[in-house]
């Protein structure tokens, strides 16, 4: 069974932290995303990765960094927290296949709810 | 303008009601197509994968796929309270380098009331 899991599921932190949140995937998948989900937004791509050490920027990837130093586990950084960051943040993974295919289907962690006060 | 556009709602039907979720999208560059559901405090599960226009039926779930319009849908016969989510739509570019990137509608959340 696949599974994607994130180290918290709620944190609170203050203006100004660093903030680290950690997501591990368990099926070999070469790609790995961080999206954030806002009521009436949707989920947007922050970073995403195709491999390790590899990283590319998402839509909205302003305030945050990202590491991959194993294939399994992705890591977003908010290098000095703000209000605005406040938000739930998904993780997901997938497989590289022929593109577009059923393979690149993306599995995603439970969510991480990120409160900054 | 958003690449893809999705029917807000929120929704609330009955049970037993048939349920249509929308979105539309700009670019014709998407050519496969997926339906997410979203449990409260859960993450999203795939629900539906389609590429072609044309129907796929999976139970009580029908993806719809009109390229022409540039309109996918997602019907629910005999909602269940169960079905109570946040439905996403999602699709992918054909070519280039996306790395399997998806582009996701705003989601629209779904009561079925018993």
């Known amino acids: 069974d696949v599974k994607v899991t994130q180290s918290s599921r709620y944190l609170v932190k203050r203006t100004g932290e660093k903030v680290f949140l950690e997501c591990v995937q368990d099926?070999?998948?070469?790609?790995m995303f961080w999206y954030r989900q806002d009521p009436g937004l949707g989920l947007r791509l922050i970073y995403f990765?195709?491999?390790?050490?590899?990283?590319e920027k998402g839509d909205i990837p302003e305030g945050y960094s990202v590491s991959r130093e194993k294939k399994e586990r992705f890591s977003l950084i908010l290098e000095s927290a703000s209000t605005n960051q406040t938000s739930m943040y998904l993780c997901?993974?997938?497989?590289?296949?022929?593109?577009?295919?059923?393979?690149?289907?993306?599995?995603f962690g439970p969510g991480t709810r990120l409160l900054v006060l | 303008q958003k690449e893809v556009e999705q029917d807000p709602g929120p929704l609330s039907v009955p049970e037993g009601a048939i349920v249509s979720l929308n979105c539309t999208y700009s670019?014709?560059?998407?050519?496969?197509f997926m339906w997410y559901r979203q449990y409260s405090r859960k993450g999203p599960e795939l629900l539906m994968y389609t590429y072609s226009s044309g129907n796929k039926e999976d139970g009580r779930f029908t993806a719809q796929v009109d390229k022409s319009s540039k309109y996918i849908s997602l019907f629910i016969r005999d909602s269940q309270p169960s079905d109570s989510a946040t439905y996403l739509c999602a699709m992918i570019y054909a070519g280039g380098t996306s790395y399997g990137k998806l582009t996701f509608g705003q989601g629209t959340i779904l009561t079925v009331h018993p």
């Open positions: 099926m070999d998948h070469e790609n």
């Open positions: 997901a993974s997938s497989s590289v296949g022929v593109q577009g295919g059923i393979r690149e289907t993306q599995y």
């Open positions: 670019n014709s560059a998407f050519q496969y």
């Open positions: 990765s195709y491999d390790v050490k590899m990283k």
